[in-house]
């Protein structure tokens, strides 16, 4: 069964660096999802692509967050300076349809 | 705009007991529904969704789920629950009109299985 594939699953980094996550949607999926969930709360939306071109980026702190999927397949999360409020799980999800979504393992980010 | 509120942050329950976890919504527009599992330190897995047609929607692991359009509800329930059910459990509504829009999560309920 196709999976979405995300790394690093844990990472552990110290206020003002730089950190990047990766994600590999399912083959065929043309929508790429990235969330951010806060311990004890729901996920929530930082950005959407549709193929390479941003959906949605309404959520996605810009003055430190960036996110690309250069060729519309797998996508880059990246953070820089992290912050102590940073730390969170990064959830990547994908879809065929927008309606349902298929979502990976998440990275386990911890600023310290 | 839509919201979801999951009116239990935890639900404590004996094997082989029932339980409810519930959700209400609200929306301006139709909506698509869903519930998903979180396991600690995993992903989302989908357990089942409401997208028209029967209001009782079965899913995976023995859970099932009823819309209530007049109470905007869609709690969840299983008639006799295993440890292994001890997880996260999220509520989650989408626009129903169109492929535009972004899935709205509830704050989640803990189901806790005890021995």
């Known amino acids: 069964e196709a999976e979405v594939a995300q790394s690093p699953r844990y990472k552990i980094t110290e206020k003002s660096q730089a950190v990047a996550f990766w994600c590999d949607p399912i083959s065929g999926h043309a929508t790429l999802y990235w969330y951010r969930q806060i311990l004890g709360q729901g996920p929530e939306l930082l950005v959407q692509f549709q193929d390479e071109s941003v959906v949605d980026d309404s959520q996605l702190p810009k003055d430190r967050f960036s996110a690309e999927r250069l060729k519309g397949v797998d996508s880059t999360l990246k953070i820089q300076p992290a912050e102590l409020g940073d730390s969170a799980m990064y959830l990547c999800?994908?879809?065929?349809?927008?309606?349902?979504?298929?979502f990976g393992p998440g990275t386990r980010l911890t600023v310290t | 705009a839509q919201s979801v509120t999951q009116l239990d942050s935890q639900v404590p329950v004996f094997e082989e007991a029932p339980v409810e976890l519930r959700c209400n919504y609200s929306?301006?527009?139709?909506?698509?529904l869903f519930w998903y599992v979180q396991y600690p330190n995993q992903g989302l897995q989908l357990l089942l969704k409401?997208?028209?047609?029967?209001?009782l929607v079965k899913g995976i692991n023995g859970f099932e789920a009823e819309f209530n359009k007049s109470q905007t509800s869609f709690h969840l329930r299983k008639p006799s629950v295993h440890i292994s059910d001890t997880a996260e459990y999220f509520c989650a509504v989408f626009p129903g009109s169109g492929n535009t829009g972004k899935l709205i999560f509830g704050q989640g309920t803990t189901l806790q299985v005890k021995p």
């Open positions: 929306s301006s527009v139709s909506v698509y």
């Open positions: 409401y997208l028209s047609g029967s209001t």
């Open positions: 999800a994908s879809s065929l349809a927008a309606v349902e979504q298929y």
